[in-house]
């Protein structure tokens, strides 16, 4: 358990501070000056005099909770998308599948995050929806290709032969022989998710203009970078923390899970 020290602990004080921020906020909207050191304030004032400690303890709950929930949606739309067009056996249900996604893979993500999320900006559930909708090609290829090369396995054959239905064969057997290779994606596609949502933010279709986000702090407060650092290196390092502790976390776990590691270790 040591092994995971460092990465639960880059994971856990991003993901405390977005969860139970909130909470341990100061709701009061009394300002300072701008980009102010000391002062009574830990980490100093932002561009427009509010405690920046105050404004990372509120901020954290959009950025981290959209990049989790559009992670969330991703796998649970793309596995059984993948699982169905690589373990029918049908051409044209697999062309079907596949062929819409790839006109998607061809929008670069950017172009796509900045049209979509324009039509509405500051509404959670629409950036949740475009970070879904970019992550969703990916993940269903990755899914395809790992069904593909357990569907030619003798263990499938053998239990087609046995009489097993292919939902039976997929749910309990392909799934499962899936988690490693998905868990491996798992890691950076949520560091993408992050991306794609702390971009948003700072091109300023994430957020609305008055909510508190790690993000939109790097953005607005930049302009004080050299006089009151801060305010745009606290909330970035927080960000950079939780997309590295979440890949060395899962990185940690494919290593203790794989057989090879464990047969090397036994000997």
């Known amino acids: 358990m040591r092994r995971y020290a460092v990465p639960a602990t880059l994971v856990a004080v991003p993901l405390l501070l977005a969860v139970l921020g909130p909470l341990l906020a100061s709701h009061d909207t009394t300002k300072d000056v701008a980009f102010l050191l000391g002062g009574g304030h830990w980490f100093g004032t932002d561009f427009v005099g509010r405690d920046v400690w105050n404004e990372v303890l509120l901020g954290g709950r959009s950025l981290v909770l959209t990049a989790v929930t559009a ?6 739309l793309a596995v059984p998308l993948g699982l169905v067009a ?3 056996g049908s051409r044209a249900l697999d062309e079907a599948i596949m062929r819409p996604l790839d006109l998607l893979l061809a929008v670069p993500s950017m172009l796509m995050l900045l049209l979509l999320a324009s039509i509405a900006p500051g509404v959670p559930w629409v950036l949740i929806g475009v970070v879904t909708l970019i992550n969703l090609p990916d993940v269903v290829r990755i899914s395809r290709a790992a069904a593909l090369s357990l569907s030619s396995r003798p263990a499938v054959e053998a239990m087609r032969l046995q009489g097993e239905s292919r939902i039976r064969i997929g749910v309990h057997y392909a799934a499962r022989a899936m988690r490693r290779t998905l868990a491996a ?11 794609l949502v702390a971009s948003a933010s700072f091109l300023g279709v994430g957020v609305s ?3 508190s986000d790690w993000a939109a702090m790097v953005d607005r407060n930049r302009v004080g970078l050299f ?3 801060w305010a745009v290196v606290l909330p970035a390092l927080l960000v950079v923390a939780l997309s590295i502790g979440v890949n060395l976390a899962f990185d940690r776990w494919l290593r203790d899970h794989d057989p090879r590691s464990t047969f090397l270790e036994a000997r």
Do not use: N, V
């Open 71 to 76: 992670t969330a949606c991703s796998y649970a």
């Open 86 to 88: 690589g373990m029918t």
């Open 185 to 195: 994606d798992l890691g950076t596609r949520f560091t993408g998710a992050i991306y």
């Open 209 to 211: 203009p008055q909510t």
């Open 227 to 229: 006089i009151q650092p």
